[in-house]
């Protein structure tokens, strides 16, 4: 696997509590991504991040918010977590779409959030 | 907007069989096209793409896919079925064209593909 560490692998937590996703990259790619996986939706994109401090939103981004303070790490943040947010995330990295390797994502092992 | 559909949740093959996982897809401008796996538990890996030129493309573990623009179809193939090609595969489109450009992929729902002996 590429050096992609995600962190916590599984949480549990309550309805309106706050929690915090981390995703450490080692490559130095520019580009970071969070996705969430639900059965019968795939991937749905959160947010993404094309360089420290630049984030923009992704396709179902309400009750996320997202910092990247360097390069290596990209955090993902529930404020107030509801029950529709249990989902398996994804966090991935890329070179920018500019370059020959354009869409080839590489993938974190994923966290496995549950909301009670 | 764009989007892909996977008609079949589910594809049953045996092994030494040819197997196809089919893919539509719909976006504006010129499509980039993705095929990703997925095995338990693990994130999805990058299978093969078709950005431009030949519309058939091959990829890793002997995968290819077929661009066809008239179908707005990029179909996932093998000539011969492992078993351990067993996994769930999810094929990705983006556009060039948009913000976030080739990299903004939208998935498919996902294909289980399950290999018997």
């Known amino acids: 696997d590429a050096g992609i560490t995600q962190s916590p692998r599984h949480k549990v937590t309550e309805t309106g509590t706050p929690v915090t996703l981390r995703c450490h990259q080692t490559?130095?790619?520019?580009?970071m991504y969070w996705y969430r996986q639900d059965p019968g939706h795939g991937l749905r994109l959160i947010h993404y991040?094309?360089?420290?401090?630049?984030?923009d939103k992704g396709e179902v981004s309400d009750g996320y918010s997202v910092s990247r303070s360097k390069t290596e790490d990209f955090l993902l943040t529930l404020e107030s977590a509801t029950s529709s947010q249990t989902s398996v995330y994804f966090c991935?990295?890329?070179?920018?779409?500019?370059?020959?390797?354009?869409?080839?994502?590489?993938f974190g092992e994923g966290s496995r959030l549950t909301v009670l | 907007a764009q989007s892909v559909a996977q008609p079949e949740d589910q594809v049953n093959v045996a092994e030494g069989n040819p197997l196809t996982v089919k893919c539509t897809y719909s976006?504006?401008?010129?499509?980039?096209l993705f095929w990703y796996v997925q095995y338990p538990n693990r994130g999805l890996q990058f299978l093969l793409k078709?950005?431009?030129?030949?519309?058939l493309v091959k990829g890793s573990y002997g995968f290819e896919a077929e661009f066809n623009k008239s179908q707005t179809s990029f179909h996932l193939k093998k000539p011969s079925a492992l078993v351990s090609d067993s996994a769930l595969y999810f094929c990705?489109?983006?556009?060039?064209?948009?913000?976030?450009?080739?990299?903004?992929?939208?998935f498919g729902t996902g294909t289980q593909l399950k290999v018997e002996l």
């Open positions: 991935a990295i890329s070179d920018p779409p500019e370059t020959e390797n354009t869409g080839e994502l590489f």
């Open positions: 490559e130095n790619h520019r580009y």
């Open positions: 991040s094309y360089g420290v401090k630049d984030t």
């Open positions: 976006v504006s401008g010129n499509p980039y």
């Open positions: 078709y950005i431009t030129g030949d519309n």
């Open positions: 990705a489109v983006s556009s060039p064209g948009v913000t976030g450009g080739g990299n903004k992929l939208t």
